[in-house]
Nanobody, 124 residues
């Protein structure tokens, strides 16, 4: 079993930056596609970013492209989400997730493991 623990969330102002971390334990996630998702109050959980096992390829939702960067350190079993130029609409609980299947990376239901989430609040 893999345990994922997110950290780094907080309250910031519009235009600020945050870096989220996702620490994995129990098993190496170097063979997992890792993703970040978010869920705002009253809304469904949505895809934010994903990174392939090696880290060579990354994918982003249109709403964060150019502002967010996903990365991973397989030696440290950790995945990161650097968030720049934050906007109030980025306010949500952010979740880290991992999967080993070849199914679409942007679909919530295709991920096997989830963290508990970290709150990001962006004030205007």
């Amino acid at each position: 079993q893999v345990q994922l623990v997110e950290s780094g969330g907080g309250l910031v102002q519009a235009g600020d930056s945050l870096r989220l971390s996702c620490a994995a334990s129990g098993r190496t996630v170097s063979t997992y596609v890792m993703g970040w998702f978010r869920q705002a109050p009253g809304k469904e959980r949505e895809f934010v970013a994903a990174i392939t096992e090696s880290g060579r390829r990354t994918y982003y939702a249109d709403s964060v492209k150019g502002r967010f960067t996903i990365s991973r350190d397989n030696a440290d079993n950790t995945v990161y989400l650097q968030m720049n130029s934050l906007k109030p609409e980025d306010t949500a609980v952010y979740y880290c997730a991992g999967k080993t299947n070849p199914l679409l990376f942007s679909t919530v239901g295709n991920y096997d493991y989830w963290g508990q989430g970290t709150q990001v609040t962006v004030s205007s």
